[in-house]
C-alpha cells in the first residue's frame, strides 16, 4: 500500500490570492502552480447555458506561450472540473479557472489538476465529490530490464531512465473511481496499464488525506476563537 513518503513532498497554501474567490499554490516536489478560482459570475450572451454553469480554464505554462499542450490539458480539466461540479445550480452563469505554472519538474498534469480542486474547494463552489490526480511512471533502467512502476517521479529519474512511460491517472473521492486518464508519453501494455492504474488508486487514499488536512487547517484558522 503506498504512503505518503511514496509521494514528492507536498506543500499547499488555500486562500493565496485575494483577487480570486477561490485560490491555492500547490507544490509536488519542484512542480508549483498556483490556481485561481473566479466565479460564479455573469458571462457574456454567447457563453451563457440555460440549463447550467459555463466552466472557462486557462493555463499558463512556466515559460513561453499557451500552446496545443496547454489546450489539451485545459481540456481535460475543463471536462473533469465538470463532472464533478454541481453546475446545474448556476444556470447562465460562469466559472473562470486560472493555472499559472511556477516551477516545473515533473508531474504538471497532476499538480495542476489537484490545485485546481483545493483552489475550488477554497472557493465553496459546490461540488458533487472532489478529485484528485496521480501520476505514474513506467520505467526501464536497462535494455534488458523489466518495467518498474514509480509512483510520482521526478524529471531527473524518466531522464535517467533507459525506456519510460509516464501517465496521470485521476479519481473521484466518493468511491475512488478513474473519471480522467492521461498518457503523457511512452506506451504500455494492457497488464501494465491495469497495473499502474490499481497502484495509483491505492495511493489516491493519500492525496485525499493531504487534502483534509489542508482544507481543516484553513478553516480551523478562519474560526479559531481569538
Not at 480570486?20 to 512542480?31: C, F, M, N, P, V
Not at 506561450?65 to 464533478?84: F, M, N, P, T, Y
Not at 446545474?88 to 511556477?102: I, K, M, T, Y
Request: proline residues 4%; glycine residues 6%; hydrophobic residues 35%.
Amino acid at each position: 500500500m503506498p504512503v505518503m513518503e511514496d509521494f514528492r513532498p507536498m506543500y499547499c497554501q488555500l486562500g493565496y490570492s485575494s483577487k480570486a474567490d477561490g485560490s491555492a499554490q500547490l507544490s509536488q516536489g519542484k512542480t508549483t502552480v498556483i490556481a485561481g478560482v473566479f466565479g460564479p459570475v455573469e458571462v457574456k450572451r454567447s457563453r451563457e447555458h440555460p440549463d447550467r454553469m459555463d466552466i472557462e480554464v486557462t493555463l499558463q505554462p512556466r515559460v513561453g506561450q499557451s500552446g496545443v499542450q496547454s489546450r489539451s490539458q485545459e481540456s481535460i480539466i475543463h471536462d473533469i472540473i465538470k463532472s464533478c461540479s454541481r453546475v446545474s445550480l448556476h444556470p447562465r452563469s460562469g466559472l473562470n479557472l486560472s493555472l499559472h505554472v511556477l516551477e516545473q519538474d515533473s508531474g504538471v498534469v497532476s499538480t495542476c489538476i489537484n490545485a485546481a480542486c483545493l483552489a475550488l474547494a477554497d472557493s465553496g463552489v459546490a461540488m458533487s465529490r472532489l478529485f484528485s490526480a496521480v501520476s505514474i511512471a513506467l520505467i526501464k533502467d536497462a535494455p534488458n530490464d523489466d518495467f518498474k512502476i514509480v509512483l510520482d517521479p521526478t524529471a531527473k529519474i524518466i531522464r535517467k531512465a533507459d525506456e519510460s512511460c509516464l501517465m496521470t491517472f485521476v479519481f473521484e473521492s466518493r468511491n475512488r473511481e478513474v473519471i480522467a486518464t492521461h498518457m503523457e508519453h511512452g506506451k504500455c501494455n494492457e497488464a501494465k496499464f491495469q497495473e499502474c492504474l490499481g497502484t495509483a488508486r491505492k495511493a489516491s487514499v493519500n492525496m485525499f488525506e493531504f487534502y483534509r488536512e489542508v482544507i481543516k487547517k484553513k478553516f480551523s484558522k478562519e474560526f479559531s476563537p481569538e
